[in-house]
């Protein structure tokens, strides 16, 4: 019994369903979800029995494994790039609708 | 000279001409003429081991976990090669240093360079990934020197890369099937394998590969529209490349693997067909020219083929006459392509319709193109005599019944009468028959540009008179493809059947040449009703449109077409994944304790919030909601015992729900039915997705020991840095390349994000919009008094807040200094200090009345290239111990110092750069002009 993988779930629905919106700040919405998600099953693959802080404490136990933690670490913080970047493509063009393409100068479908 | 000295040497080359073409200009050519007969000179020693019947050879270890080697080996036929690729380069360069106009040439000069890097590399190479990446090398270096030339080159030099691309993929092929069966990257190896003796369908169709790869290069048919179309390119590259360099490059890959092939009827049957018949055709149709550098292009086609037909027959002496006609071809084609130069350059056209009779005034240039002309036609006593009776002989040779020489025999003589033709056309239209009045200014050209091109031309006489000069090098590659001797060479070896045809060839010839006013007229129509180029702009044309429909399916802007059939691919993975693994048993069981009572609260919290985000219409409440899933998800982190991760979660989120509410002052206050958003649909792929994602997570993790990383890490990872957080010494130690990557991404996010607002206008608002963006406007607002002042002026409104910054900004600053410090022991480190001190940015910013940007644009750029270069440099230091990224570390008075430190500079001033342009880009323009306030406010008190 373990609750990681619902919680899991549910980010990953709901962050799935925003990014099907045609929306872009719902579209940053999901991906934010789903970042969360991801992360969690990050630090699920670590293991959640084990959750003493890895700062090399003597004598302590059931130590967190400290390698997914970097990599997750690494992962917020390039979904705050990636959060920024979209931001920055739902202030252009008329509305934050990705279906109504804003005027630059090339050529859209 | 070692052969990687010369390698070396001639990669220097591209580099030097940097400096050198901006202080010489076109006179550079005089240096790297002079550089190049030195490096040919250099080689000699090598050239003596060669011509005693060994061969050089040179292994370095490049890729040993792929067994790639760069393995060069100079034998016979690579010497030749060499030396043509050098001493042509050399007289072309000299040649350029006057034909060019003066100017900087750094193009022409460097990719020359960089192209007789490929070729010299080409012919040395002897590992097969090696031959390949060179013979791309001289494909790309070709493709740019044609695009060189203006707006008629480009086209040309697509078409060009499309045909020697089609040779390098088949070459590819090739090289990998060979590598495959034989086992073996060297090419001597392979080429001497008995796998082709055994197998012969394989054997087949690696010589097939190989023969289209040099038809495309050596511009034989159906791939010759390349060479006459490239010659939008200047003449001096035409003189190198198209008549001494690339299409000889093609004439090399025959050659050298003509020792494994030289008996496979495929090959010999291919060879033979194609080279005699593109002979012939490409004949005819440069009798067809009237441009004088197309019908040189024309003239090059066909001597190749009659090369390619000799090395195809595959014989001693076939391949002896294909050796020395390589030699005469690349002296006296590139000698007339000059000459091509020099006419144009004095007369001021090569039509030859618009010359006048030219041998009045340049009576030089008439003798060196005669002379040039003369050795294409096979007259005596000059280099392409002996070589043209060489491969007339040789076509009696070919394998099969007595019939198949004749017929060759018999073709090859009928097309040397069309060479005769055109050679005199070349000669008689240019010099001789002009009509036109000559201008006053034509006169003879100087010597510096006659010297190279009458070098090369008249090197075929000495060379004819003492050709056994070259029979020593001629003999050993030939030994080198078919471990035979070679043919005799000489002037004169008696009366035989191609002494008889050349004889005949020549009474033919000088009657057509009698003839010619009356013949001329009609050969100068068109000969077919369409061109080569014509089919290649019609096919890419299809092409292109299939592309476009094809695109039209999937090129859409909107995400969505793009992530659902992802997200779909991914469900089905998981889902289907996840129950066959259980469904197959054998699952190994849960670690206990693999929850604590929080998680289940979290879930709870979790799960309302995210309901929250995805329901609510409004989109600050969606805002709202996106916080808390934030900050519960956060908790979720500290209680896996992440505190690095937690603290990092926690900056994180307070500045994207920042960065997300300047946002949305610019958009509609609702998300609204926007027309496409279809709900039922992408509910069921959400639900499935999240199922499939939550099994495979519950089915995936928590069912091991920890792993030996993890061990690793825990017991030993404290001891080898010196540090006692974990996780932030495998961010800036253990894993600091992925950390730099990382980076590295987000001083590019930043450039992205100043790139986009800088060239798409950020919305502008209309009209009826304006009510829905100022949700406090309306009415209710109004109705406060205190409200409306506060909206009417923001300064007196934001006093606390400026107060609290005298505080709170010192203090973060302080606080963001320590944890910075402490990262390595304790939860803290570059990530963490920099998002605070983020924080300190976000303050200053929030407590502005105005929207007036936080920093100026230079000192973005600056942190970002500033962090950015700081980790790099790091890494580079990191070479002084052993490799790059190596962290260095020592104690300096019982504190630790190292160059992690300094990296988590680096991963701090990135992430504050990023930060900054997010708050000045995104919030410090006023999306709206806030001053001209409604009427109905300005009426209250």
Redesign the interface.
């Given at each position: 019994?373990?609750?990681?993988?619902?919680?899991?779930?549910?980010?990953?629905?709901?962050?799935?369903?925003?990014?099907?919106?045609?929306?872009m700040?719902?579209?940053?919405?999901g991906i934010?979800?789903l970042s969360?998600?991801a992360?969690?099953?990050l630090?699920?693959?670590?293991?959640?029995?084990?959750?003493?802080?890895?700062?090399?404490t003597p004598g302590a136990t059931g130590?967190?494994?400290?390698?997914p933690?970097?990599f997750?670490?690494?992962a917020?913080?390039?979904?705050?790039?990636?959060?920024?970047?979209m931001?920055?493509?739902?202030?252009?063009?008329?509305?934050?609708?990705?279906?109504l393409?804003?005027?630059?100068g090339q050529e859209?479908? | 000279m070692t052969l990687v000295w010369l390698l070396a040497c001639l990669a220097a080359a591209p580099v030097l001409v940097v400096p050198l073409s901006s202080a010489l200009g076109r006179r550079t050519g005089w240096v790297l003429a002079a550089y190049f007969v030195a490096l040919a000179a250099a080689m000699i020693p090598n050239a003596r081991t060669v011509l005693d019947g060994g061969a050089v050879e040179q292994t370095y270890s490049w890729v040993p976990a792929l067994d790639l080697v760069y393995a060069l080996r100079l034998d016979g036929l690579g010497l030749i090669f060499v030396m043509i690729a050098l001493l042509i380069g050399a007289a072309v360069f000299a040649y350029s240093a006057e034909y060019l106009a003066p100017d900087r040439h750094l193009g022409f000069f460097l990719w020359m360079t960089v192209f007789a890097l490929g070729m010299v590399g080409l012919v040395m190479a002897d590992d097969l990934i090696l031959v390949f990446l060179c013979w791309e090398i001289t494909s790309l270096a070709s493709f740019l020197l044609i695009a060189r030339a203006g707006s008629g080159g480009e086209a040309a030099a697509g078409r060009t890369l499309l045909i020697t691309f089609i040779g390098g993929l088949s070459l590819l092929v090739a090289v990998v099937v060979m590598i495959a069966a034989t086992g073996t990257t060297r090419l001597s190896e392979a080429l001497a394998s008995p796998v082709w003796h055994d197998h012969g369908a394989l054997t087949t169709t690696v010589a097939v590969l190989v023969a289209i790869a040099g038809f495309t290069k050596a511009a034989q048919f159906p791939f010759h529209p390349w060479l006459p179309d490239a010659m939008a390119a200047s003449t001096p590259v035409s003189a190198y490349l198209h008549a001494a360099a690339v299409v000889k490059a093609g004439i090399y890959l025959m050659l050298r693997f003509s020792e494994a092939f030289s008996s496979v009827p495929a090959w010999n049957a291919l060879l033979i067909v194609v080279g005699l018949f593109t002979s012939a055709m490409a004949a005819l149709f440069a009798l067809n020219q009237t441009d004088l550098k197309r019908l040189m292009a024309y003239s090059t086609v066909s001597q190749l083929g009659l090369i390619t037909a000799a090395i195809g027959v595959g014989t001693p002496k076939a391949l002896t006459a294909a050796m020395i006609h390589t030699i005469a071809h690349a002296l006296f084609k590139s000698g007339l392509f000059m000459m091509v130069g020099v006419i144009d350059h004095q007369a001021g056209t090569r039509d030859l319709r618009r010359l006048p009779a030219l041998r009045h005034v340049m009576p030089w240039s008439f003798a060196t193109v005669a002379a040039g002309t003369a050795a294409m036609a096979g007259i005596p006593p000059l280099l392409g005599f002996i070589s043209k009776e060489a491969i007339l002989g040789s076509m009696l040779e070919a394998p099969g019944p007595a019939w198949t020489g004749q017929a060759a025999f018999a073709f090859a003589g009928a097309g040397a009468v069309l060479t005769f033709a055109y050679c005199a056309k070349i000669l008689f239209h240019a010099f001789v028959d002009g009509e036109r009045e000559i201008e006053a200014g034509a006169c003879e050209a100087s010597p510096a540009l006659l010297a190279p091109a009458m070098l090369t031309i008249w090197a075929g006489l000495p060379l004819a008179l003492a050709v056994g000069v070259l029979a020593g090098p001629v003999d050993q590659a030939v030994r080198a493809m078919s471990g035979k001797e070679s043919y005799e060479l000489a002037l004169w070896h008696g009366v035989k059947p191609e002494l008889i045809v050349t004889g005949l060839v020549i009474l033919v010839g000088a009657w057509l040449v009698t003839q010619r006013a009356r013949l001329r007229p009609r050969l100068e129509g068109d000969l077919l009703p369409f061109s080569g180029v014509g089919l290649i702009d019609r096919g890419l044309h299809r092409v292109e449109r299939i592309g476009a429909a094809g695109?039209?399916v999937v090129?859409?802007?909107?995400?969505?077409r793009h992530?659902?059939p992802p997200?779909t691919v991914l469900t089905l993975l998981l889902g289907v994944g996840t129950i066959a693994i259980f469904a197959g048993g054998d699952v190994p069981g849960?670690?206990?304790?693999?929850?604590?009572p929080i998680?289940?609260g979290?879930?709870v919290l979790?799960?309302l919030a995210?309901?929250g985000?995805?329901v609510s219409d409004s989109?600050l409440a969606?805002t709202v909601f996106?916080g808390g899933?934030?900050i519960a998800?956060t908790v979720?982190?500290f209680?896996?015992?992440?505190?690095?991760?937690g603290l990092?979660?926690l900056m994180?989120e307070v500045?994207?729900v920042i960065?997300?509410m300047?946002?949305?002052r610019?958009?509609?206050k609702r998300?609204g039915h926007?027309?496409?958003?279809r709900r039922r649909?992408?509910?069921v792929?959400?639900?499935a997705?999240?199922?499939a994602?939550?099994?495979a997570?519950?089915l995936?993790?928590?069912r091991?020991d920890?792993?030996a990383?993890?061990e690793y890490?825990?017991t030993e990872?404290?001891e080898e840095t010196g540090g006692?957080?974990?996780?932030n010494v495998?961010?800036v130690e253990f894993?600091a390349l992925?950390?730099l990557g990382?980076l590295t991404?987000?001083g590019f996010?930043?450039i992205?994000?100043i790139a986009?607002?800088a060239?798409?206008?950020?919305?502008?608002v209309?009209e009826e919009e304006q009510h829905d963006l100022r949700p406090l406007d309306g009415t209710d607002a109004l109705d406060d008094p205190q409200a409306a002042a506060a909206l009417r002026d923001a300064a007196p409104n934001l006093e606390p807040m400026r107060l609290l910054l005298r505080l709170m900004v010192p203090g973060l600053v302080v606080l963001s200094a320590m944890i910075f410090w402490r990262g390595h022991?304790?939860?803290g480190g570059g990530?963490i200090a920099a998002l605070i001190a983020a924080v300190a940015v976000s303050l200053i910013y929030l407590a502005r009345p105005d929207d007036r940007a936080v920093g100026t644009p230079r000192l973005h750029l600056a942190l970002i290239a500033g962090g950015v270069g700081t980790a790099l440099a790091t890494g580079l230091l990191g070479y002084a111990a052993s490799a790059f990224l190596e962290p260095l570390s020592t104690y300096v008075v019982g504190i630790y110092v190292g160059t992690s430190l300094l990296f988590d500079v680096g991963v701090y001033l990135a992430?504050l750069g990023?930060v900054m342009?997010?708050f000045d880009?995104?919030g410090a323009e006023p999306v709206e002009e806030r001053t001209d306030d409604e009427p109905a406010l300005r009426s209250q008190p």
């Amino acid at each position: 019994m373990t609750f990681l993988p619902l919680t899991v779930a549910v980010l990953v629905a709901g962050g799935a369903y925003l990014l099907c919106q045609a929306g872009m700040v719902r579209i940053v919405f999901g991906i934010t979800l789903l970042s969360h998600a991801a992360n969690l099953v990050l630090l699920a693959s670590g293991v959640s029995a084990w959750r003493t802080e890895p700062l090399n404490t003597p004598g302590a136990t059931g130590v967190a494994d400290p390698l997914p933690m970097a990599f997750v670490l690494t992962a917020i913080v390039i979904t705050l790039a990636v959060t920024v970047l979209m931001l920055a493509l739902s202030l252009i063009g008329g509305d934050d609708n990705t279906y109504l393409v804003p005027e630059t100068g090339q050529e859209h479908r | 000279m070692t052969l990687v000295w010369l390698l070396a040497c001639l990669a220097a080359a591209p580099v030097l001409v940097v400096p050198l073409s901006s202080a010489l200009g076109r006179r550079t050519g005089w240096v790297l003429a002079a550089y190049f007969v030195a490096l040919a000179a250099a080689m000699i020693p090598n050239a003596r081991t060669v011509l005693d019947g060994g061969a050089v050879e040179q292994t370095y270890s490049w890729v040993p976990a792929l067994d790639l080697v760069y393995a060069l080996r100079l034998d016979g036929l690579g010497l030749i090669f060499v030396m043509i690729a050098l001493l042509i380069g050399a007289a072309v360069f000299a040649y350029s240093a006057e034909y060019l106009a003066p100017d900087r040439h750094l193009g022409f000069f460097l990719w020359m360079t960089v192209f007789a890097l490929g070729m010299v590399g080409l012919v040395m190479a002897d590992d097969l990934i090696l031959v390949f990446l060179c013979w791309e090398i001289t494909s790309l270096a070709s493709f740019l020197l044609i695009a060189r030339a203006g707006s008629g080159g480009e086209a040309a030099a697509g078409r060009t890369l499309l045909i020697t691309f089609i040779g390098g993929l088949s070459l590819l092929v090739a090289v990998v099937v060979m590598i495959a069966a034989t086992g073996t990257t060297r090419l001597s190896e392979a080429l001497a394998s008995p796998v082709w003796h055994d197998h012969g369908a394989l054997t087949t169709t690696v010589a097939v590969l190989v023969a289209i790869a040099g038809f495309t290069k050596a511009a034989q048919f159906p791939f010759h529209p390349w060479l006459p179309d490239a010659m939008a390119a200047s003449t001096p590259v035409s003189a190198y490349l198209h008549a001494a360099a690339v299409v000889k490059a093609g004439i090399y890959l025959m050659l050298r693997f003509s020792e494994a092939f030289s008996s496979v009827p495929a090959w010999n049957a291919l060879l033979i067909v194609v080279g005699l018949f593109t002979s012939a055709m490409a004949a005819l149709f440069a009798l067809n020219q009237t441009d004088l550098k197309r019908l040189m292009a024309y003239s090059t086609v066909s001597q190749l083929g009659l090369i390619t037909a000799a090395i195809g027959v595959g014989t001693p002496k076939a391949l002896t006459a294909a050796m020395i006609h390589t030699i005469a071809h690349a002296l006296f084609k590139s000698g007339l392509f000059m000459m091509v130069g020099v006419i144009d350059h004095q007369a001021g056209t090569r039509d030859l319709r618009r010359l006048p009779a030219l041998r009045h005034v340049m009576p030089w240039s008439f003798a060196t193109v005669a002379a040039g002309t003369a050795a294409m036609a096979g007259i005596p006593p000059l280099l392409g005599f002996i070589s043209k009776e060489a491969i007339l002989g040789s076509m009696l040779e070919a394998p099969g019944p007595a019939w198949t020489g004749q017929a060759a025999f018999a073709f090859a003589g009928a097309g040397a009468v069309l060479t005769f033709a055109y050679c005199a056309k070349i000669l008689f239209h240019a010099f001789v028959d002009g009509e036109r009045e000559i201008e006053a200014g034509a006169c003879e050209a100087s010597p510096a540009l006659l010297a190279p091109a009458m070098l090369t031309i008249w090197a075929g006489l000495p060379l004819a008179l003492a050709v056994g000069v070259l029979a020593g090098p001629v003999d050993q590659a030939v030994r080198a493809m078919s471990g035979k001797e070679s043919y005799e060479l000489a002037l004169w070896h008696g009366v035989k059947p191609e002494l008889i045809v050349t004889g005949l060839v020549i009474l033919v010839g000088a009657w057509l040449v009698t003839q010619r006013a009356r013949l001329r007229p009609r050969l100068e129509g068109d000969l077919l009703p369409f061109s080569g180029v014509g089919l290649i702009d019609r096919g890419l044309h299809r092409v292109e449109r299939i592309g476009a429909a094809g695109t039209h399916v999937v090129g859409h802007d909107h995400p969505s077409r793009h992530v659902v059939p992802p997200m779909t691919v991914l469900t089905l993975l998981l889902g289907v994944g996840t129950i066959a693994i259980f469904a197959g048993g054998d699952v190994p069981g849960t670690v206990p304790d693999l929850w604590r009572p929080i998680d289940a609260g979290l879930l709870v919290l979790i799960t309302l919030a995210v309901l929250g985000v995805v329901v609510s219409d409004s989109r600050l409440a969606a805002t709202v909601f996106l916080g808390g899933v934030g900050i519960a998800v956060t908790v979720q982190l500290f209680a896996l015992g992440a505190p690095d991760v937690g603290l990092t979660q926690l900056m994180v989120e307070v500045l994207t729900v920042i960065f997300i509410m300047l946002v949305l002052r610019g958009l509609p206050k609702r998300f609204g039915h926007l027309k496409h958003s279809r709900r039922r649909g992408p509910m069921v792929l959400a639900v499935a997705l999240g199922l499939a994602a939550g099994g495979a997570t519950w089915l995936l993790t928590g069912r091991r020991d920890p792993s030996a990383p993890a061990e690793y890490f825990i017991t030993e990872g404290a001891e080898e840095t010196g540090g006692d957080n974990l996780v932030n010494v495998i961010l800036v130690e253990f894993r600091a390349l992925d950390t730099l990557g990382e980076l590295t991404v987000l001083g590019f996010a930043a450039i992205a994000i100043i790139a986009i607002l800088a060239t798409v206008p950020k919305r502008s608002v209309s009209e009826e919009e304006q009510h829905d963006l100022r949700p406090l406007d309306g009415t209710d607002a109004l109705d406060d008094p205190q409200a409306a002042a506060a909206l009417r002026d923001a300064a007196p409104n934001l006093e606390p807040m400026r107060l609290l910054l005298r505080l709170m900004v010192p203090g973060l600053v302080v606080l963001s200094a320590m944890i910075f410090w402490r990262g390595h022991n304790a939860p803290g480190g570059g990530f963490i200090a920099a998002l605070i001190a983020a924080v300190a940015v976000s303050l200053i910013y929030l407590a502005r009345p105005d929207d007036r940007a936080v920093g100026t644009p230079r000192l973005h750029l600056a942190l970002i290239a500033g962090g950015v270069g700081t980790a790099l440099a790091t890494g580079l230091l990191g070479y002084a111990a052993s490799a790059f990224l190596e962290p260095l570390s020592t104690y300096v008075v019982g504190i630790y110092v190292g160059t992690s430190l300094l990296f988590d500079v680096g991963v701090y001033l990135a992430v504050l750069g990023l930060v900054m342009v997010a708050f000045d880009r995104l919030g410090a323009e006023p999306v709206e002009e806030r001053t001209d306030d409604e009427p109905a406010l300005r009426s209250q008190p």
